[in-house]
């Protein structure tokens, strides 16, 4: 526009400048000639303006680009919350892969959820002293804690009661260990989520000197108010603690909260 602008003037001038030319005579042509150098001095400057406006405008656009390519990789290391039409937030988690038919789709992860965990639910127990003579499929009652944030663990019952409906994480180990009954070579116990067994984990010694320890780990889905245990089987009624060897213990700790 200001090039345009600028050979408009251009041409007037130098229309004006030959009509007063031929009205003056030739003593006043030089006066005029330097004025037309002066016009088409300006006229250079004004292209030179807008060359450098053009190279502006395009290093503004290279810097937007850069900027926005920054802004995607920074999300990316992110969750990224989005509103839906419920009311609630949508995760979507990048760098996580959805199992699907299809090969070629690689989907994002998408869970609901309300919220970041807000609640802390975490306890870690063991036994100090051997259990003996217990009963069939019968809880195991582990009496010290070594922390139980959430309240949830009940060390009366032997029981954890889920405080909040999330995803969560328990583990349990037990010890196949000769105990003063003579017993306790065996040692077979199972976790129940809500009545149901989940998994289990069996230790056995057939030595007196050789001591053996059988776990498992499970994560799983817990609604809130669901009990959550493990549990004595098999032939050997006696289970091996003590406050000195903390082999046989348990477990638990909120991931993350759910619908």
């Not at 009205?23 to 400057?45: P, Y």
Request: net charge negative.
């Amino acid at each position: 526009m200001m090039f345009q602008i600028g050979l408009c003037f251009l041409c007037v001038c130098n229309a004006l400048a030959f009509e007063v030319l031929e009205s003056l005579g030739k003593q006043d042509s030089d006066v005029f000639t330097k004025l037309a150098e002066r016009i088409n001095g300006m006229q250079a400057k004004i292209a030179r303006l807008e060359l450098s406006k053009t190279r502006l405008h395009q290093k503004i656009t290279q810097l937007e680009e850069r900027l926005e390519a920054y802004e995607l990789n920074t999300a990316s290391e992110k969750d990224i919350t989005v509103e839906s039409d419920e009311d609630s937030e949508i995760i979507v988690r990048r760098g996580v892969l959805d199992l699907t038919e299809d090969d070629d789709q690689v989907p994002l992860t998408i869970s609901k959820r309300q919220n970041v965990t807000q609640q802390h639910v975490a306890f870690t127990l063991y036994l100090d002293h051997t259990l003996t003579n217990l009963g069939g499929n019968q809880p195991i009652v582990y009496n010290k804690a070594i922390l139980n944030d959430g309240n949830g663990y009940s060390n009366r019952s032997g029981i954890f009661r889920v405080p909040v409906t999330g995803v969560y994480l328990f583990s349990w180990s037990a010890t196949a260990k000769k105990v003063p009954t003579g017993n306790a070579y065996e040692a077979w116990s199972r976790l129940y989520v809500n009545g149901k067994v989940q998994l289990d984990a069996v230790a056995e010694s057939r030595i007196d000197t050789y001591d053996s320890q059988g776990s498992s780990t499970v994560v799983i889905h817990c609604e809130q108010g669901w009990e959550v245990w493990t549990s004595h089987y098999g032939a050997f009624p006696d289970l091996f603690g003590s406050d000195v060897l903390r082999t046989t213990s348990f477990m638990g700790v909120l991931l993350y909260e759910t619908q």
